[in-house]
């Protein structure tokens, strides 16, 4: 009998923690939502920039051209792992894969907790705010103040060539990062197949289509790739 | 004018003089006070619960000290890449996009894209103060997209939608790798006509981060696979620092 009791007692103190965590974490995450949008809301409107509606509204739709597939899978992948507080932690801090998840996982195996437990989400939930601190502080020391200052003592010509050439390397970079954490050979020669002929055959016959073709490559690699993919189940005759 | 209204002209190419404006300085910290909130919120709450889980002081401090402690590295190599990125979108669009919400690849992916729909180019002399606004606009607005997302999916997947998921686990394996390597040869491969030094290095940067990838295999040394983004980046600035130097740049 004092064992029910002490159960109820716990299931209502858990609960609790749902209310609060998603209650407050949408709440939070909304706001950050919101601020996010305020900065260059104000730079379109008060920066008598001359910035055109239809203009924000073309870039938008190139952008969600490239990425909708991102926005609708990276939440559904992470939920398993995360759990549902740790989610409007995650997704408003970044870096999930590369520093988030690192963390959960370090502080679970340190105090013997599974992923998927209350305890395994309790860890998961300190953890991320303990990586959190260190982010931000790191963040607003590192590059909010060295950083700016930084940025104020390189002679221009070095920021110039920063400037025109960082794309080029990040690109570069971002590629090979792709390719070797993605570990699937037939969606990589694919999408260089078709990104290729987009660029180089496409593009030189239909030069109205430059603005869309990353949104074109990704959209056909996708068709592609799920047509050729390696179907592992057995095949229905 | 208004009080509010920046004295700009949005064909001018300094971008620091708006990128770098106090009240977008006020919008990036808003963000980083939300976290704090955030955390703050979250903290008493697992505490509060701790005991119900069977979940000591100890190890929710522990718990917390792990993460800190593991965070260190990836931060700084973000703060890194940042950096880096810094001349391009000014300190508080780089603290928001990259170091927060965003990554380095989609936002400097999703500002290109913006910036070409307007027939200009990140860091060439038509990325004007005007295609800085649209660009930092529709790469936010992707980034709470985001955000939208995880409002939106939480609370499905947590009352039992995890069938979503599982419809067939090729969508959740083929699809999203194809949409991110496509997305990023493409801007990648539409970097390499613009001149020699873009292509060169494109191309040393895409070998550092190969090299790191090889040698955090074969070392099993996890930080230089972490770091590899950073060190790539600075490798390529500093090839196309010389390249440019030898006149390899884009005709002006």
């Known amino acids: 009998m004092s064992t029910s009791l002490i159960t109820e007692a716990s299931t209502a103190s858990l609960d609790e923690f749902d209310r609060t965590t998603s209650r407050w974490g949408r709440l939070t995450m909304i706001a950050g939502l919101i601020i996010s949008l305020a900065g260059p809301m104000y730079l379109v409107v008060f920066g008598n920039l001359d910035v055109a509606t239809s203009q924000l509204w073309t870039a938008f739709a190139a952008v969600a051209g490239t990425f909708f597939v991102i926005w609708l899978v990276e939440p559904l992948t992470y939920f398993p792992i995360l759990g549902p507080a740790a989610m409007y932690q995650a997704f408003m801090i970044g870096n999930i894969s590369n520093k988030l998840l690192p963390s959960a996982l370090v502080a679970q195996t340190n105090i013997g907790a599974k992923p998927g437990t209350k305890r395994g989400d309790l860890a998961a939930v300190m953890a991320i705010c303990g990586a959190a601190a260190v982010h931000l502080t790191s963040l607003l020391v590192f590059v909010g103040l060295l950083g700016t200052w930084l940025i104020s003592v390189i002679p221009e010509d070095l920021i110039a060539v920063a400037r025109l050439y960082v794309l080029p390397a990040v690109m570069g970079a971002v590629i090979v990062q792709a390719i070797v954490s993605m570990k699937q050979l037939r969606p990589t020669l694919i999408a260089f197949g078709v990104v290729l002929v987009v660029q180089f055959v496409l593009l030189p016959l239909v030069p109205g289509l430059t603005m869309m073709s990353t949104a074109l490559s990704v959209i056909g690699t996708i068709f592609i790739a799920w047509f050729a993919r390696k179907r592992t189940s057995a095949v229905v005759a | ?252």
């Open chain 2, 1 to 252: 004018m208004t009080p509010l209204a920046l004295p700009l002209d949005g064909s001018s190419t300094d971008i620091l003089a708006v990128a770098n404006s106090p009240i977008l300085w006020i919008c990036g910290l808003g963000v980083f006070a939300v976290i704090i909130i955030q955390s703050v919120i979250y903290i008493r709450a697992a505490r509060k619960a701790a005991p119900a889980a069977g979940m000591t002081e100890a190890e929710l401090k522990t718990s917390f000290r792990s993460g800190a402690i593991a965070a260190i590295g990836p931060s700084l190599a973000v703060v890194l890449v940042a950096v880096a990125l810094l001349a391009l979108f000014g300190t508080p669009a780089v603290l928001v996009r990259i170091g927060l919400i965003g990554s380095a690849a989609y936002e400097t992916g999703a500002a290109n894209i913006s910036a070409t729909t307007m027939g200009a180019a990140l860091g060439a002399d038509t990325y004007t103060q005007q295609v800085f606004a649209v660009a930092f606009f529709a790469m936010s607005l992707g980034g709470a997209m985001w955000m939208l997302a995880t409002l939106i999916f939480t609370p499905i997947l947590k009352r039992g939608g995890h069938k979503l998921a599982k419809v067939n686990p090729a969508i959740m394996t083929v699809v999203p790798a194809a949409a991110l390597l496509a997305a990023f040869i493409s801007l990648g491969t539409a970097e390499l006509p613009k001149s020699a030094a873009h292509v060169v290095t494109l191309l040393s940067a895409a070998a550092v981060m190969g090299l790191c990838v090889f040698l955090s295999k074969k070392l099993a040394k996890n930080w230089l696979r972490e770091w590899g983004l950073g060190f790539a980046i600075l490798a390529g600035l500093a090839v196309a620092y010389f390249a440019h130097g030898a006149g390899l740049g884009p005709v002006a």
